[in-house]
């Protein structure tokens, strides 16, 4: 079996298989299947490709020295391993652009969904996204969402080609953990108990991107998430 063969069979798998049992993710973690529709993901698909123009270009952050394989764009607030700043200080010191008013509402819709309470959604004020896009080859290793100060839910869009997300536990990056097939609109949340469980993307599957949603290729995957930090801190 050649690589191409096996892609394209991880490809079909992962086209196939939404009519399972959801997954059980534990308390505080839900995902919504085909959440944005095909209109809302060209748009934000459009979005994206205005953000990477600048003023900060998307780049790949470096990890202990190591260029990450997902390169990443940020609203509100730019991140890099392992902070927050206004100025994008390891790319070329510009100030970020700010965290749209579509993007909050966005969000509080997504937690009405998630299940949320009214007041939590009210009270839901993210104010930096993570924007990253992730080729063929690209990954993302086990890790904690953890640089924000405030524990308020993450929002997750995905958006192009499928990947495979690993949803662990609280304590490490082992077992037990569920690999769930995020596709293009799908919607993920973490919070309350599960706001600080590893995560990560063990593959992208190439070739699985629906026509509609406006990516050719690669893989889309915004996060939302609430900082904390109050807005004159640098
Ligand atoms: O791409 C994903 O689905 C997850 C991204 C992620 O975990 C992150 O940006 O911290
Ligand atoms: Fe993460």
């Given at each position: 079996m050649t690589v191409d063969d096996a892609d394209?069979?991880?490809?079909?798998?992962?086209?196939?298989?939404?009519?399972?049992?959801p997954a059980d993710l534990g308390p505080g973690?839900?995902?919504?299947?085909?959440?944005?529709?095909?209109?809302?993901?060209?748009?934000?698909?459009?979005?994206?490709?205005a953000w990477t123009r600048g003023p900060v270009p998307i780049r790949a952050?470096?990890?202990?020295?190591?260029?990450?394989?997902?390169?990443t764009v940020c609203l509100?607030?730019?991140?890099?391993p392992y902070r927050y700043t206004r100025r994008a200080t390891d790319v070329n010191n510009a100030p970020v652009l700010p965290f749209p008013d579509w993007m909050v509402r966005l969000g509080r819709r997504a937690l009405t969904d998630a299940g949320y309470r009214p007041a939590q959604?009210?009270?839901?004020?993210?104010?930096?996204?993570?924007?990253?896009?992730?080729d063929a080859a690209a990954r993302m290793g086990m890790h904690q969402d953890k640089d924000?100060?405030?524990?308020?839910?993450?929002?997750s869009l995905s958006i192009g080609d499928a990947c495979t997300f690993r949803f662990g536990n609280t304590e490490n990056r082992s077992r037990p953990y569920t690999d769930i097939p995020?596709?293009?609109?799908?919607?993920?949340?973490?919070?309350?108990?599960?706001?600080?469980?590893?995560h990560g993307v063990t593959r992208v599957h190439p070739h699985t991107a629906?026509?509609?949603?406006?990516?050719?290729?690669?893989r889309i995957n915004i996060t939302m998430r609430t900082t904390g930090f109050n807005a004159r801190e640098d």
């Open positions: 394209e069979r991880g490809a079909m798998m992962t086209l196939f298989d939404l009519g399972g049992e973690a839900t995902h919504v299947p085909n959440w944005l529709t095909s209109d809302q993901q060209r748009w934000i698909v459009e979005q994206f490709t952050a470096t990890v202990r020295g190591h260029a990450m394989s997902v390169r509100g607030w730019h991140w890099r959604v009210e009270a839901y004020t993210p104010d930096v996204a993570l924007v990253n896009l992730y924000e100060r405030s524990l308020a839910p993450v929002v995020l596709h293009s609109g799908d919607l993920f949340v973490f919070g309350g108990p599960a706001r600080l469980a590893f629906p026509p509609e949603c406006g990516l050719d290729s690669g």
